[in-house]
């Protein structure tokens, strides 16, 4: 977090020493487990190791690997009855992006371009297959694998024609950048 401000990406250099801890906490079973409740809702270590049913050593474990590569943080404290401080975990929202260490800022720049309307076009298609889901889940006479088949159906006819779209404009652009002025070439049927 800075000037009090969480940060939206974080771009590590592959030669970064973060790296390492990284994967450690990635590849860290119960580290992942935690960091998936923790998307839920912040949690204490004993609420996570009682909503996970491990020892609150295992979790106190996984969560310094969180900590250490600084995929959660400390949310809030607070005491509890017997005055101790609790500590209340929450993932670092930020997306984490891996990049080598000479990459320039103009080309990090146009790799996060490149990957935006992917990520914006999937993420708009979640948004469609949720509605999609929560439409078909009104009382009705539909299975719950109908309604999931549903919602990934509208989720992707959403990303298609998102796609679509976001091509065509890509084109029009594309070309209103090579004739600036708008002339148009002579039409062959003329």
Do not use: C
Request: avoid cysteine; hydrophobic fraction near 45%; charged fraction near 25%.
């Amino acid at each position: 977090m800075e000037n009090g401000r969480e940060e939206t990406a974080i771009i590590v250099p592959l030669t970064d020493a973060r790296l390492k801890k990284v994967a450690r906490a990635i590849l860290n079973e119960t580290a992942m487990r935690i960091l998936e409740e923790l998307m839920e809702k912040p949690m204490s270590g004993s609420e996570l190791a009682e909503a996970l049913g491990i020892p609150l050593t295992t979790v106190t474990h996984g969560l310094n690997l969180l900590l250490d590569a600084e995929l959660v943080r400390v949310e809030h404290s607070r005491y509890s009855r017997k005055g101790r401080e609790m500590k209340y975990y929450a993932p670092v929202k930020a997306a984490l992006i891996m990049m080598p260490e000479k990459t320039t800022g103009e080309r990090t720049l146009a790799v996060l371009r490149r990957l935006l309307l992917p990520v914006w076009v999937m993420g708009l298609s979640l948004a469609a297959g949720l509605i999609v889901r929560d439409i078909a889940a009104a009382p009705h006479e539909l299975s719950p694998s109908s309604i999931a088949y549903y919602s990934f159906m509208a989720g992707a006819v959403f990303a298609l024609i998102i796609y679509l779209l976001s091509e065509e404009i890509g084109t029009k652009l594309r070309k209103r950048r090579t004739n600036p002025r708008g002339n148009q070439a002579p039409d062959a049927t003329e």
